[in-house]
T-cell receptor
């Protein structure tokens, strides 16, 4: 079975500061890992994904994440926060053997001017 | 390509009624999944359909059902609505060989009074 834990339900940063959203996963088989963003009253938009290959993945809007198997982590980072980054972020895990995504509880990112 | 579309966007029903939600996937995507999003339980997988067959099912009561048509469009039905069914229902589609990368629609906001 797979599971995802996102550390911190709310994260607040100043505009221009580093964004770090934490995600740890559990999976008995090689995982596929995803970060999604959700703006109010909208669906989920894929930021980036890790499936195989390079462990540092770059996504849209300047976000990137690194898959660390030894730490079972897939933390999301962005060097400099923008006001427009304020949203809810979800980490998700899946595998080759199942088509479903298992989501973490989400982290709300607040960006202060 | 047009994205995933869901209709209606908003619904208000009363307890005991039933409701049908519709989802049109991205052209060429044959897999459609449904998720329920609530503040308390987060994002939970309902079921996945592929080629008109249910391939995966989450842990929801039998009041939740779905189907998929030959054009890959999908519907989900909830019978005998309860207050706790109030949620955002998200549909996602994916290409078969996509490492489970799922594209989400804007959702249907269901309110049960």
């Amino acid at each position: 079975a797979q599971s995802v834990t996102q550390l911190g339900s709310h994260v607040s940063v100043s505009e221009g500061a580093l964004v770090l959203l934490r995600c740890n996963y559990s999976s008995s088989v090689p995982p596929y890992l995803f970060w999604y963003v959700q703006y109010p009253n909208q669906g989920l938009q894929l930021l980036l994904k890790y499936t195989t290959g390079a462990t540092l993945v770059k996504g849209i809007n300047g976000f990137e994440a690194e898959f660390k198997k030894s730490e079972t982590s897939f933390h999301l980072t962005k060097p400099s926060a923008h006001m427009s980054d304020a949203a809810e972020y979800f980490c998700a895990v899946s595998t080759l053997y199942t088509g479903k995504l298992i989501f973490g509880q989400g982290t709300t990112l607040q960006v202060k001017p | 390509k047009a994205g995933v579309t869901q209709t209606p966007r908003y619904l208000i029903k009363t307890r005991g009624q039933q409701v049908t939600l519709s989802c049109s996937p991205i052209s060429g995507h044959r897999s459609v999944s449904w998720y329920q999003q609530t503040p308390g339980q987060g994002l939970q997988f309902l079921f996945e359909y592929f080629s008109e067959t249910q391939r995966n099912k989450g842990n929801f009561p039998g009041r939740f059902s779905g189907r998929q048509f030959s054009n890959s469009r999908s519907e989900m039905n909830v019978s005998t609505l309860e207050l706790g069914d109030s949620a955002l229902y998200l549909c996602a589609s994916r290409a078969e060989s996509s490492y489970n990368e799922q594209f989400f629609g804007p959702g249907t906001r269901l309110t049960v009074l």
